[in-house]
């Protein structure tokens, strides 16, 4: 049983040499900020504001504060492990192997399948830019055979979709319905990936600023307009306007719409081994970056909910588009501005994210997880050749069968949930010696503060929402009962917490990271639970089926073990 723990020690120049350390702070930065700016803002946006209403600020409040302490803990194992890997290399540092192939098959989920989400918001802006400029593409080679065949069955107001099902083509008995645009965009991001790191980087920084030049623009013209009764409408049930018109559980349920704007930022600590000073570069960069969206989030959803009714925000793909169109602002002039760098926008996202990935399949197969063909380094472009031509492809062919909705609630889970190791990971590893130049996450006992800090918030929150404690108990309700349920769980886990914290004078700053992230799992539901049992059974038994018996530290041991009985 020892055997599924055993830990990686790393070295402090290991695997480097292969890749070319071209970037520094400011290109980690313009990284962070193409992975976090992007779907999340341009398309997921408009979910979360549905669900949520203009309280949903509060959420992006949330998700930015766990995300900050948890890229302190990621800053702290990206100055001891300059490794590429991210996640993966420091689960396998502090926790073991298991841990860290879960870990690493949970980063396949929210890169590979992120970028599938991603890939059609692309499509979706795209198809609307062409469509303005008078460029009509069938609407069954701008959709998901899945996405319309849902709209159909289930009487959708979408008459794009309903139009695809109904229009398409039909080959031995089955409908052609294929994401032309979503593909297409995803071979040449795949293309431009295996060019080279620095290739990436100017691309990637020249489209960064567009892309913050359309948000401050959609700002400071949308602020002019703003109607600030948009921020206490009624719903269905109330005759008085709320900040929260769905109750915070309404918010809640916004988690994996406004969380997927967050989760691109711990992608840029799989470019370790690219970085100039990676233990320097990398947590400036991310922290940085993770402040400057934040701010910038909170902003946009104000403006945005200040312009139209939340509930109108119902299934709409281009958010920001959406509210300068005739049936809002009429403003047709920044429509077209805006679709048009939006499709830049979130090619950047596609562009990280695709970049990650195959770093991650490169680490794993190092370590002998994977098979070796994954850890080939092109001679020229020095870029994982393989893996990256793989990635292409898992990305690809779910875009034939899948839909954005279950893609975005799947990839969320996933990586919150990368999130809480990576911050359980920071409170296993032992004291450091501090040296100049490098990052250092601060030791704060949280021996007593933590406890202070949890409990006297549940005091505040039960003063501010009694009747939710009241009613916490009853968890058969069909609209906040699943909520209250994950909250009972949430709140057994924290007071664990407290006790070991007390216990073992734990750090503060990951414990604030790993109780925020816990938080930011309440808000996912049974179906989201489900699918992610099934994809980390598939991930075991793809671990003992082949990582376990292949593993570089099963070899040793073995080796060691023969060397002793001779």
């Known amino acids: 049983m020892s055997s599924l723990f055993r830990r990686k020690h790393y070295a402090e120049n290991a695997d480097s040499g292969q890749l070319n350390r071209v970037l520094g702070t400011w290109d980690i930065v313009f990284f962070g900020i193409a992975a976090i700016i992007g779907a999340g803002s341009f398309s997921s946006l408009g979910e979360a504001i549905f669900r949520g209403g203009p309280g949903v600020i509060v959420l992006y409040l ?46 396949i989920m929210e890169y590979s399948f992120g970028n599938i989400y991603v890939a059609f918001s692309w499509s979706d802006y795209f198809t609307s830019f062409i469509e303005r400029i008078g460029v009509h593409i069938p609407d069954y080679f701008t959709c998901s055979y899945t996405e319309a065949k849902k709209a159909f069955l289930n ?65 400071a013209v949308g602020v002019g307009y703003v109607n600030t009764g948009n921020w206490f409408p009624t719903n269905d049930t109330a005759t008085s306007g709320s900040f929260m018109p769905n109750g915070f559980a ?54 945005l909910t200040g312009l139209v009714d939340y509930k109108r925000f119902d299934g709409i793909g281009d958010p920001l588009s959406f509210v300068f169109d005739k049936s809002n602002l009429n403003l047709p002039w920044m429509e077209f501005v805006v679709a048009l760098i939006a499709i830049v926008a979130i090619t950047t996202v596609l562009l990280v994210f695709q970049m990650g990935q195959p770093r991650i399949w490169m680490a794993m197969s190092r370590d002998g997880l994977l098979p070796k063909k994954f ?96 009613n916490l108990t009853n968890i058969n309700d069909p609209k906040e009962g699943e909520f209250r349920l994950a909250i009972i769980f949430y709140l057994i886990a924290n007071f664990i917490l407290c006790g070991l ?45 082949y990582g376990y018996k292949n593993s570089k530290l099963n070899m040793l041991n073995n080796g060691n073990s023969k060397n002793q009985n001779v």
């Not at 990971?425 to 021996?447: C, D, Q, S, T, W």
């Not at 991930?539 to 089926?545: A, H």
Request: charged share 10%; proline share 4%.
């Open 62 to 107: 949330i998700c930015g504060f766990a995300c900050a302490f948890t890229a302190l803990c990621y800053a702290e194992f990206a100055s001891r492990i300059p490794t590429a890997g991210s996640a993966y290399t420091y689960a396998y540092a502090s926790f073991g192997e298991l841990i860290a192939w879960v870990i690493g098959w949970a980063l």
């Open 155 to 219: 009487n959708s107001t979408n008459g794009e979709l309903i139009n695809a099902w109904k229009s398409a083509p039909i080959i031995g008995g089955l409908k052609i319905i294929v994401d032309i645009p979503a593909l297409v965009i995803n071979g040449l991001i795949t293309w431009l990936c295996y060019q080279g790191i620095k290739e990436s980087k100017n691309f990637n920084n020249f489209f960064v600023i567009l892309k913050l030049f359309v948000i401050l623009l959609v700002i």
């Open 250 to 303: 309404g918010v809640m349920s916004a988690v994996s719409g406004v969380f997927f704007a967050y989760i691109g930022f711990d992608a840029i600590s799989v470019l370790s081994e690219e970085t100039k000073n990676p233990q320097k570069d990398l947590p400036k960069g991310m922290l940085i970056s993770l402040g400057l969206c934040t701010v910038i989030y909170i902003i946009l959803t104000l403006v």
């Open 375 to 470: 850890q080939e380094v092109h001679s020229k472009n020095k870029v994982p050749s393989f893996a990256t031509i793989v990635t292409g492809i898992v990305v690809g062919i779910p875009i034939l069968f899948t839909d954005k909705t279950f893609i975005l609630d799947f990839t969320s889970i996933g990586t919150i949930f990368a999130f809480v190791l990576v911050c359980g990971g920071v409170l296993m590893l032992p004291p450091k010696e501090k040296i100049k130049g490098r990052f250092h996450l601060p030791y704060i006992n949280g021996k007593i503060i933590f406890p202070t800090i949890f409990i006297g918030g549940l005091v505040f929150f039960y003063f501010f929402q009694p009747e939710f404690f009241h």
């Open 501 to 545: 914290t007390f216990i073992k004078n734990l750090s503060l700053i990951p414990l604030i990271g790993l109780s925020s992230c816990l938080y930011l799992l309440t808000g996912m539901s049974h179906e989201n639970w489900f699918w992610f049992g099934l994809w980390f059974a598939i991930g075991l038994v793809i671990y003992f089926l």
